[in-house]
């Protein structure tokens, strides 16, 4: 009874205290870098698209939501498309998690509503930034051994030059 | 039954293989990388280390390579003996110290046996802290990607391509971890095998080159189980789709027939499906113009042309079974055409014929890598029937492989038989006019002219069983070679006779059923094997039909107002006159089709058929088997498969005009079979190829995508963001969607892919065999027409009509068709890089009559003026024309005249 | 009948229903002021047409009666609820002047019997929806209403004797002196109680136990049929505050201010402790309810008839 009786009173003291609603959209929240949201496409440092189409972000997202096609240009994959239907879309970041390449991030963007759903499925055009992202110095050509233009075979981190094959040296 | 311990745990096991083998077949997961079920072991990769213990108080144990130790009763081994782990864990880690980090951009990804197999051995983190040796890849051609830097020097990929399928331009260069698998310089590898590497390699240093243009992973691709129709030997294949798109075709393991390997053409020639001469809408032809229509608009146009007088249907030796049956149905035996002509008719019909009474053996292609003495008779199967080809250049080891057997060296210790086999002879005979692929390892090459062989063949016949007529003037040499080709033949424990009709001859395939027979009476074993052209050629043999001569005379005499052709192009088999007077005579031409045709121009209607990805079907290989393929891919509407456009039409007919009433109410692929069945006993067993639509294993439909596909709320959100209903099939018990039963037990005809976790590569095909290299868990695939045993007591009938030897004459010569792998058939020439393979039409002459750079061939549709090459051994008098490549229904020999032209310096 | 009494009858509902539909935005407010957090606080000044906007929305909603429901009892079941509760503000008396039928000589009995009758809406509702969460629902509605209006009667009984009668002006006017929640204490903290109870208002919300039942008995009901349901929830509470306010708080009495203010502060007061029980205390089980009940609050309110009664008899004699 007291206990109840203590409860009511307890409960009408809180009329007194700092109320910890964020008037969003007035007041904007602070939201970390790692923040899960909107799914961009970052760039290598030098420009060219992160993104080398191994379709692993694709496999590991849990609804399915993102699918993509292969292409190839002097060498380097890229996606013909990429294509991400943010209407399915959990943001649970494992394709952020699959990413080899550190192409695929996520950002502290979650201000994407709209009012048709078709909206919500976004292109390569739509995904792609100019930037690096979280990872500014990453490349992944130059660490991967398939020589790219201005990278010729052998010359990725930690490599030799090619073989000489006719070379009787040991 | 012998039994050995795996870490404890008893296994029944069989002698005669090795513990690697064993210890795969007991289900447990062993790496390896050299070891091939079809190559045997070498013990070069050292990674399938385990312990063996020479007995029960042995605790020590001593590391041993499994793939080099046979089994032997109560062999005692351990797999996960922590000193044999370490071993196997610190080799992955060698053969990682180079192998670039490229996983993502790799082809191989995700279905990589080197993935596989660092995983299953627990090598995770890199200690290697010093630099990559790295390498310079080669251009091998339009179809095999290269990428050395990954390689992990199994010598896997020249084992296959040099003691294997016998070519010679792919070797190993430089010296220890330098070693390097390429060719001398760039250029296109040549053997017809060569797309296997892309399976053959554990890893991504052969990959697929056109499958890298429209690359998918393997998890993201629906399979189906398909049958290969680019020649009549049906292989089997998988096909890979995505998007509604084929992606590639991959070898199906049948026990039986083609096993491990695909030739090139039957890897790379399914690009005529996504091609742009896809016919993709209905169209009507009006005023020389094809107009897309819709297909209600279609169909009441050709009730209109039905109502005008007499359908007559034309149906292919490429179409599927239930295609040309149902045009059968539809129009009646008195106007079913088969679309070939009469000469190819009668030779498949012979063909048919000599099988179906021959009293030997009808060999499957396993059975002839096991013949111990072959003849080929005037036939190149390297070109016509490529894997027929690789059978028989197997069957050249049979010696070698009985002198291991007497030293008891186990036939998979590939390196000492192959050692052996150097000294053993070959017992093949290859009887052609032309050279072939099997030259080099025959022993006997001869080159004649078609009728010189078959007399040879005739003479070598009488010479086995006297009975058989005898052959009147042949050469004192001829008659020796026939004599030592026959008692070759009568020392042979499982001869085989191969021939075909690639020269349109009917006595050089009598004469090939006469050794046979004859053989067959002291050897019931022998072998009869004749090759033919097209993938459903036998098929439609057993169906029988006109010729089209019969309906050229009908169209002559106005007597056909409509003709239906289905999945045919009349300009391949008929001159261009006759061609366009058929297009004169008859007022409307229905043409369903999936490829445009030079005849769709004249057409009055043309619908769009299906291709073999698109639908479900049967085909009839050229040995009687009928083999069932299933949909990958499900097309837009207005495509649907031949025997359904021809339903389609039957029902805008009077129903009592059809020749089999029940042709409208068919509902699925299982109800043509029935009809089949009933209209034709012979093909009833047809309907037993594969499992029923209605087939459920634990009570589902069998799952057609991987239980990992990717995408499946988004692949179609640009068209519509909501959900669409997956895609499905009345003719088979496949879901099109990752929905449904899988595994290894499931029946051999609907094996989808190979996956069995860990193994994501296509060595996953061990766990769904019951022996390795045996027959499938899900037990046989594909059903024989023709009885492979033969009927012992059936009478040999011994062909009389002994051709004439070929005389020379003074301003013609003899025209052979030069059938080439790559551009002689129709469909594969469609795909672009079958076609970017093909190399330019050239006459081949013998050396005495190459007088100039180019000459004029005349041939019916006129004068072709071709680039001439020598070939050595060519008779003299005969001339060697590409196949459909100059005139486009040049097909079988002819005589034609030969006209010189002056050479640019001659000239001037 | 004259005109200012007809007047008053097409008046008090309209105010009542107004009431209690401002109230939902009052409760929502209170509740975020209690949570630490703002409630609704975007529709027009602090939030104020948010019921405005609540009940457009719920106007305009499809109508939809579901195919298994019997349909007849299912759209009469929220009339009666409706119904029953303006009724019986009939024989509320505000002041002496304002209310319908405030002098009515039975007027307390009057309430109880609208009460009691407001457990068809509930009971029906749960029996018509042919749903089991709403039959469960109303199951438990029909066993903690009914039990719960026999200690409510009982509790009251302490008052009618003080006062010597039903009729409501009585007994206002009996607590000239010292109002009725001093020597009547047991009795209020009873029908309290037993009044939250039989308006199932949280915590004694069973019937609607949204985690276990889904929204209880009307789970099926959607649009204004169900905002009927809602609507005469609010005015229940309006109802229950107004009769402890007339019970037990001195009616319209009091200093200084005038009398009709009086009562509505008196009665705010006692909503807004309705709505802090809301904010503070957990659902009881319902085994719990039911013994709390029958085995607490019966032995009380008898207790407080007998002591009553015995005060009386000495007092008198």
């Given amino acids: 009874m007291l206990d109840t009786l203590r409860t009511l009173f307890l409960t009408a003291l809180h009329a007194f205290h700092r109320r910890a609603t964020v008037q969003y959209p007035e007041q904007k929240p602070y939201l970390p870098p790692r923040y899960r949201g909107r799914i961009i496409l970052s760039r290598d440092p030098d420009g060219a698209e992160r993104c080398v189409a191994c379709n692993l972000c694709a496999v590991a997202c849990p609804v399915d939501c993102i699918s993509l096609q292969k292409t190839e240009a002097d060498g380097r994959w890229y996606p013909e498309y990429f294509r991400i239907n943010f209407s399915r879309c959990i943001f649970c970041g494992f394709c952020e998690e699959a990413c080899p390449t550190y192409a695929i991030q996520l950002t502290p963007d979650f201000e994407m509503g709209e009012y048709a759903r078709p909206n919500l499925v976004y292109e390569k055009d739509d995904l792609l930034i100019s930037g690096t992202g979280k990872y500014p110095d990453y490349s992944f050509y130059h660490v991967a051994g398939i020589p790219v233009p201005g990278k010729d075979r052998g010359a990725s981190e930690r490599e030799r030059p090619p073989v000489d094959l006719h070379s009787l040296l040991p | 039954m012998t039994s050995i311990r795996i870490d404890g745990r008893d296994c029944p096991t069989r002698a005669g293989i090795n513990l690697l083998q064993a210890c795969l077949e007991a289900g447990a997961n062993l790496p390896y990388f050299c070891w091939h079920p079809e190559l045997g072991s070498v013990g070069a990769c050292r990674q399938c280390a385990i312990k063996q213990f020479s007995g029960p108080d042995d605790t020590k144990g001593r590391i041993v390579m499994a793939c080099m130790t046979p089994v032997s009763e109560n062999t005692i081994i351990s797999i996960d003996d922590p000193e044999a782990r370490d071993f196997r864990a610190s080799i992955i880690e060698w053969m990682m110290v180079n192998h670039p980090h490229d996983c993502p951009v790799c082809e191989e990804g995700g279905e990589c046996h080197l993935q596989d197999m660092t995983v299953m051995t627990g090598h995770n983190t890199r200690r290697y802290r010093f630099t990559k040796r790295t390498h310079r890849n080669q251009d091998l051609g339009p179809f095999v990607k290269h990428e050395m830097n990954r390689c992990i020097a199994c010598y896997r990929c020249v084992r296959f391509y040099r003691d294997y399928a016998g070519g010679d331009d792919l070797a190993v260069f430089a010296s220890h971890d330098n070693v390097y698998f390429g060719r001398a310089e760039d250029g296109t590898l040549e053997n017809a095998f060569s797309g296997n590497l892309v399976e053959i390699c554990p890893t991504g240093v052969f990959t697929d080159k056109p499958f890298s243009t429209t690359y998918s992973r393997k998890w993201d691709m629906r399979g189906a189980p398909s049958v290969c129709v680019h020649c009549a030997v049906g292989c089997n294949t998988l096909v890979n789709a995505r998007e509604e798109t084929l992606r590639r075709v991959l070898n199906r393991y049948n026990t039986d027939v083609n096993r491990y390997l695909l030739c090139d053409r039957g890897r790379f020639g399914h690009g005529f499906v996504n091609a742009p001469t896809r016919i993709r809408t209905p169209l009507r032809g009006i005023g020389g113009q094809q107009v897309p229509i819709s297909m209600a608009d279609a169909l009441t146009t050709f009730a209109r042309m039905a109502a005008q007088g007499r359908i007559v249907g034309i149906a292919s030796p490429r179409a599927a079974l239930e295609t040309c049956f149902s045009l059968h149905a539809l129009v009646g035996p008195q106007h079913f055409c088969t679309g070939q002509t009469r000469q190819e008719q009668e030779c498949t019909e012979l063909a048919h014929a000599l099988l179906a009474r021959h009293p030997g053996a009808l060999p499957t292609l396993h059975e002839m890598e096991s013949a111990d003495a072959v003849v080929v008779l005037g036939e190149d199967v390297c070109a016509t029937a490529p894997r027929l080809g690789l059978s028989l250049r197997q069957s050249v080891r049979q010696a070698s492989l009985h002198t291991a057997d007497e030293a008891k060296v186990p036939r998979w210790m590939d390196a000492a038989v192959r050692t052996l086999g150097a000294e053993c002879p070959s017992a093949l005979h290859v009887l052609t006019p032309a050279p072939t692929g099997l030259d080099d390892v025959a022993a006997q090459a001869l080159r004649a002219a078609p009728d010189d062989i078959a007399r040879l063949g005739f003479a070598i016949a009488h010479a086995i069983d006297p009975a058989a007529p005898p052959v009147t003037d042949l050469s004192q040499d001829d008659t020796q070679l026939a004599a030592r080709i026959a008692h070759a033949l009568m020392a042979a424990r499982r001869p085989l006779v191969v021939s075909g009709m ?134 837009s509407a207005p495509i649907q498969t031949g025997w359904r456009w021809v339903q389609a039409l039957a029902r805008s007919l009077d129903p009592s005009t059809l020749h089999i009433t029940g042709l409208t109410g068919w509902r699925d692929l299982d109800d043509v079979l029935a009809a089949l069945g009933v209209a034709f006993p012979p093909l009833a067993p047809a309907a037993q190829a594969a499992p029923r639509a209605n087939y459920r294993m634990d009570g589902q439909k069998l799952r057609s995508q991987t239980y990992r596909a990717s995408g499946r709320t988004v692949i179609r959100s640009f068209i519509n963001v909501h959900d669409q209903p997956p895609p499905g099939s009345p003719d088979m018990p496949f879901s099109s969607s990752m929905e449904g039963a899988y595994g290894p037990d499931m029946p051999a005809a609907l094996v989808s892919g190979y996956q069995a976790s860990p193994w994501n590569s296509v060595q996953a095909l061990n766990r769904f065999q019951h022996e390795i290299g045996g027959p499938m868990r899900g037990g046989d695939c594909g059903i024989r027409l023709l009885p492979g045993t033969g009927h012992p007591d059936a009478k040999p009938a011994y062909a009389t009509d002994i051709p004439r030897p070929y005389a020379l004459q003074a301003d013609t010569v003899l025209v052979l068709p030069d059938t080439r792998l790559f551009g002689s058939e129709e469909l594969s020439m469609f795909s672009p890089p079958v076609k970017a393979r093909a190399t330019a039409p050239a006459m081949g002459l013998p050396a005495s009559m190459v007088t100039s750079s180019h000459m004029v061939l005349h041939l019916d549709d006129g004068p072709h003026v071709l680039p001439v090459e020598p070939v050595p051994g060519l008779p003299a008098g005969i001339a060697l024309c590409p196949a459909h490549m100059v005139a486009r229904a040049f097909r079988f020999p002819c005589m034609a005249r030969l006209e010189r032209i002056a050479d640019e310096g001659e000239r001037s | 009948m004259t005109y200012s009494a007809f007047f008053t009858i097409i008046l008090t509902p309209l105010v009542i229903l107004g009431l209690a539909t401002v109230l939902t935005w009052v409760e929502r407010r209170l509740l975020g002021l209690w949570q630490d957090r703002y409630g609704p606080n975007r529709v027009g000044p602090g939030g104020m047409f948010q019921a405005v906007a609540d009940g457009t929305k719920i106007l305009f909603k499809q109508d939809w009666i579901p195919p298994f429901a019997d349909r007849g009892v299912f759209i009469l079941a929220p009339a009666i609820g409706m119904m029953t509760v303006l009724l019986s503000f009939a024989v509320i008396p505000v002041t002496m002047g304002m209310g319908i039928a405030g002098d009515m000589n039975v007027g307390l009995l009057f309430v109880l019997g609208m009460m009691g009758l407001g457990v068809y809406a509930v009971v029906l509702a749960g029996w018509s929806s042919n749903s089991k969460y709403a039959l469960l629902g109303g199951m438990r509605a029909a066993a903690q209403m009914i039990s719960y209006e026999v200690f409510m009667g009982l509790s009251l009984l302490g008052v009618v004797m003080m006062a010597g009668s039903f009729n409501l002006h009585d007994i206002v006017a009996a607590q000239a002196g010292v109002w009725f929640i001093i020597p009547q204490c047991l009795g209020f903290g009873v029908f309290m109680l037993a009044g939250i109870a039989q308006t199932h208002r949280l915590p004694f919300d069973l019937p609607e136990g949204e985690n276990e039942l889904g929204a209880g008995f009307h789970t099926e009901y959607s649009g204004m049929k169900f905002g009927m349901f809602f609507i005469a929830e609010y005015a229940g509470i309006v109802l229950v505050s107004s009769l402890v306010t007339t019970l037990y708080l001195g009616g319209w009495r009091g200093p200084f201010l005038p009398p009709a203010m009086w009562f509505a502060l008196k009665t705010g007061v006692m909503i807004i402790f309705f709505i802090l029980l809301r904010a503070s205390l957990p659902r009881p089980r319902y085994d719990q309810l039911m013994a709390l009940g029958w085995k607490i609050l019966l032995p009380l309110s008898l207790l407080n008839v007998m002591a009553t009664g015995t005060i009386l008899m000495l007092r008198a004699s």
């Fill in chain 2, 502 to 635: 690639q020269y349109g001859s009917r006595p050089l395939m009598q004469a090939a059923a006469s050794i046979a027979a004859a053989l067959a009476h002291t050897t019931p074993e022998t072998g009869l094997s004749l090759v033919l052209p097209e993938c459903n050629s036998m098929g439609l043999a057993m169906l029988g039909g006109l010729p089209l001569e019969t309906v050229m005379e009908q169209a002559r005499a106005g007597e056909i107002s409509t003709l239906i052709i289905t999945e045919n192009d009349l300009t391949r088999h008929l001159s261009p006159a006759d061609v366009a007077e058929l297009v004169a005579a008859v007022p409307d031409i229905v043409v369903i089709d999936h490829t445009e045709t030079p005849l769709c121009q004249q057409a009055s209607l043309v619908l769009p058929a299906s291709a073999f990805s698109e639908c479900s079907g049967t085909l009839v290989s050229q040995e009687g088997r009928a083999q069932r393929f299933f949909q990958a891919v499900f097309p």
